[in-house]
T-cell receptor, first 114, second 111 residues
């Protein structure tokens, strides 16, 4: 158990819908990272927040957005969902914001878009 | 462009040593990570290299050559539980900070 929690574990929704994935980092960690893992594209870095501020940005689609709240939990919002958005979404956390420290991954949320 | 290459699959025998290579072409290099991922599970951190050379941690070692854009993960005394995917990832600051992952190497350890 990494100490990072993600809800829900599974999510099934239809194309065009909007969903919110939630992540709580390990106690004391200030950084939260979001990743997408699909069978054909491997693990893709989406975005990092550090203490409420955006710190790093990967290939995150404009239909996707994230934020980190004062209590340090984070939410990833996915809108206008497409079939290709079906994937495993991981959240990870680390103690610092400089990106060079070990990241602890949560168990993931499996999103299925039908 | 930015690119990371790893072999897709490798097979080795229990008790043996295996080396998983990773080559990268990125700008703004700021370090290289190795992660282990068992099927259906989350990745777990193995190592981080930012300087050239070998870092040893128990049965696992990771090597980096920045001039050659090359890294390897060395696994010694292989165990069945080492059967997993091994992901190489580069942390870059080209334009903006981001992580670029290779597609992973699936290692099968045979008895």
């Amino acid at each position: 158990d990494s100490g990072v929690t993600q809800t829900p574990k599974h999510l099934i929704t239809a194309t065009g819908q909007r969903v919110t994935l939630r992540c709580s980092p390990r106690s004391g960690d200030l950084s939260v990272y979001w990743y997408q893992q699909s069978l054909d594209q491997g693990l893709q870095f989406l975005i990092q927040y550090y203490n409420g501020e955006e710190r790093a940005k990967g290939n995150i689609l404009e239909r996707f957005s994230a934020q980190q709240f004062p209590d340090l939990h984070s939410e990833l919002n996915l809108s206008s969902l497409e079939l290709g958005d079906s994937a495993l979404y991981f959240c990870a956390s680390s103690s610092t914001g400089d990106g060079t420290y070990e990241q602890y991954f949560g168990p993931g949320t499996r999103l299925t878009v039908t | 462009g930015q690119n990371i290459d790893q072999p897709t699959e490798m097979t080795a025998t229990e008790g043996a040593i295996v080396q998983i290579n990773c080559t990268y072409q990125t700008s703004g290099f700021n370090g290289l990570f190795w992660y282990q991922q068992h099927a259906g599970e989350a990745p777990t951190f193995l190592s981080y290299n930012v300087l050239d050379g070998l870092e040893e941690k128990g049965r696992f070692s990771s090597f980096l050559s920045r001039s050659k854009g090359y890294s390897y993960l060395l696994l010694k005394e292989l165990q069945m539980k080492d059967s997993a995917s091994y992901l190489c990832a580069v942390y870059t600051t080209s334009g903006t900070y981001k992580y670029i992952f290779g597609t992973g190497t699936r290692l099968k350890v045979l008895a």
